[in-house]
C-alpha cells in the first residue's frame, strides 16, 4: 500500500480543529514535527488557491506546497502535498484528505495521504505526521 492514513480524536470543536488548518496564523503555530518551527505560511484559501510553508529547525528550512481541490467547512479538507528540493524543483505530489467528524465537542480526524510512490517514501513520513498532529494537539489545548 501506498498510501498513509492516521485517525485522531482531538480534544477541539470541528470548527475550531477546521480553522487550525485553514488559518494561517493559527497553521503556523502547530506545523511541523517537534523541534520545528513554522518560518513562513501563505495560505489562499480557495479551492485552486495555493498554500506554502517552510518549517526550519534551526539548521535546515524545509518548504512544502500545494494546491487546495476541496473546501468543505467544517467537515473536509483536500489538498496537494509536495516537498520543495533547493534548487526549486518539487518532488512528488501527493493529495491530502482530512475528513473532521463531530464527536461530542470532540473532533475525530481522519487524515489520508496518498499515492506515494514507494513504501519507504510513506513510511518516512509516518512519523513526522504523528509529531506534528502531537503538536496540533498541544496547539488546541493551549487555544480553547
Known sequence: MTDLTITRLLDAPRELA???WTDPDHLARWWGPAGFSTKSCTVNLTEG??????VSDGETDLWASGVYHEIVPPE???FSFAWEEP???RSHDTLVTIVLSDRG?????TFHQAI???VTERDEHVDGWQSCFDCLATYLAETR
Open 105 to 109: 465537542g470532540k473532533t475525530e480526524m
Open 87 to 89: 534548487e526549486g524543483a
Open 18 to 20: 477546521f480553522r487550525v
Open 49 to 54: 488557491g495555493r498554500w506554502r510553508v517552510c
Open 116 to 118: 506515494f510512490e514507494t
Open 76 to 78: 473536509r479538507l483536500v
